[in-house]
């Protein structure tokens, strides 16, 4: 029987090229910034830090942070991605390195420790077990070392779009072995996903069960910071923020929510 993670990895395996094709992979090449305002403004100074960046992806953001001084190693599952990951730092002389492999086999797959562990947007909700990632998270920190999280707000993931209007239709938190299934036909960047890769499994993850997950394995926590803002219009309804283009909020006439959230924790020096 196809597991959740098989089904995972295949719906990532069929974004990977449709995501070469839609990132701004040319502004990127040119000296854009991948990061968003909220990330860029909250990181700190990375420049000569040994950054781990846990579901990197394609790898545009990991050289980003290349680009901002830092030593930067990304991990990813997807094969395809690593791949593509790797093609990017040679096209752009940007040097990092590239590991594929399951997050929580991040101990046994990067023999290293790290100043900054760094994983945003659309990342945590595909791990059906939070403690145990915050657990891989203390074990990849030096002491003193921090983690950086953003990602979509829980009270937003709980939210669906129905005739103009948010309602609740999703559980606030799910166990590893009951997640939500999804058979979406697009992909975050508005492009069509093939029917073969279109499923997948998400978890839901209470800020309390991030956080306490974090301080259960010895780190402290520096910030939580939750936002009117969001980097992917998550529903239809959203509008372009108007102060950046790049994120999306609710329109003035709804109720505001907290549509994004972002934590900074630091992993205590003994």
């Not at 072995?177 to 890769?197: R, S, V």
């Not at 969001?230 to 239809?236: D, R």
Request: proline share 7%.
């Amino acid at each position: 029987m196809t597991s959740y993670a098989d089904t995972n990895l295949k719906n990532w395996e069929c974004r990977v090229p449709i995501h070469l094709k839609s990132y701004p992979l040319e502004k990127f090449k040119a000296g854009w910034d991948p990061l968003f305002p909220i990330e860029a403004k909250e990181i700190g100074n990375v420049a000569g830090l040994d950054v781990l960046h846990l579901q990197c992806h394609i790898g545009m953001d990991s050289l980003g942070l290349v680009r901002r001084g830092a030593n930067v190693t990304g991990l990813d599952f997807s094969p395809s991605a690593v791949t593509a990951a790797l093609g990017l730092a040679k096209e752009t002389g940007l040097k990092a390195k590239f590991v594929e492999g399951d997050i929580y086999d991040a101990p046994k797959l990067i023999k290293k420790k790290f100043d900054l562990v760094y994983t945003t947007w659309g990342t945590i909700t595909w791990l059906p077990d939070i403690k145990k990632w915050s657990a891989v998270v203390a074990k990849m920190l030096k002491p003193g070392g921090r983690l950086y999280l953003a990602d979509g707000h829980p009270t937003m993931l709980i939210m669906e779009e129905e005739e103009g209007r948010l309602v609740h239709k999703f559980p606030w938190r799910t166990d590893p072995d009951t997640p939500l299934y999804f058979d979406e036909e697009i992909t975050y960047t508005g492009d069509a996903l093939p029917k073969d890769g279109s499923a997948s499994y998400d978890w839901a993850h209470p800020l309390s069960s991030i956080i306490g997950g974090l301080l259960e394995n010895g780190l402290r926590l520096d910030f939580l910071h939750e936002h009117e803002t969001v980097a992917w219009p998550y529903v239809t309804l959203m509008v372009t923020d108007p102060d950046e283009p790049r994120m999306f909020r609710l329109p003035e006439n709804l109720p505001q929510l907290p549509l994004s959230f972002s934590i900074g924790a630091t992993r205590a020096l003994s």
